[in-house]
């Protein structure tokens, strides 16, 4: 299973069915969120540390690897599809969320959760930083704290929609910021030889 050359709608569908299968007791909305918080703050984790934080969101302590027998490989490529993914490329970054043949109420659940899990996840990763952030970013965050405490019980309606899609951008590019104040690029190893300083 790889993000990197599947929609994130169908990366959904894989992890609910990993989700069912294994009686999860958490939404893999979350579990996506809480991936890309810890990221965010600067976190990566090991194939072991991994497969714990997932066995632990899912509330079992055993993958069911008789019906799916390489669920602990596909599950270690997905992390390293969603950590590469926002590192490469982070224009193409996106929340992964039930597609629009669910309810709306669903998917705004959905979000909520997303969020919450997002928040979880930087708040291990970057702890006490988070409080050293700017204005502007402590803003991002609070308004994160809110829309995690969304209220589901939305119409479904246009007007429903686009707000579902206005705010879903604007956790997005909130993430995004958040994920560049804790991840800076690598500076290239040399410099440009007209840049060195010259001795006399």
């Known amino acids: 299973m790889s993000e990197s050359t599947t929609s994130l709608d169908e990366a959904f569908e894989w992890l609910a069915n990993v989700y069912n299968i294994n009686g999860a007791i958490n939404h893999p909305s979350e579990l996506h969120g809480l991936i890309v918080g810890e990221l965010s703050g600067g976190l990566l984790r090991h194939q072991d540390s991994w497969l714990d ?5 899912m509330g079992v302590e055993h993958l069911n690897i008789e019906k799916q027998p390489n669920l ?3 599950l270690y490529t997905y992390y390293q599809d969603v950590a590469s993914g926002i590192e490469q490329d982070s224009s193409a970054f996106g929340i992964m969320l039930p ?3 669910y309810p709306l109420t669903e998917r705004v659940e959905a979000l909520g959760l ?3 899990g997002f ?5 291990i990763a970057a702890n006490t930083a988070l409080n050293q952030v700017d204005d502007d970013l402590k803003e991002i965050l609070q308004d994160l704290v809110d829309i995690s405490q969304l ?3 939305t119409e479904g309606s246009e007007t429903g929609e686009k707000e579902l899609f206005e705010v879903s951008e604007y956790v997005r590019i909130g993430v995004l910021n958040l994920y560049a104040e804790f991840n800076e690029p690598d500076l290239p190893e040399q410099q440009d030889e007209a840049a060195q300083p010259t001795l006399h």
Do not use: Q, T
Request: no cysteine; aromatic share 4%.
């Open 53 to 57: 934080l997932a066995l632990e969101h």
């Open 72 to 74: 602990k490989e596909d």
């Open 99 to 101: 597609d629009d043949d």
């Open 114 to 116: 997303w969020v919450r």
């Open 119 to 123: 928040l979880e996840g930087i708040a």
């Open 151 to 153: 209220d589901a019980r």
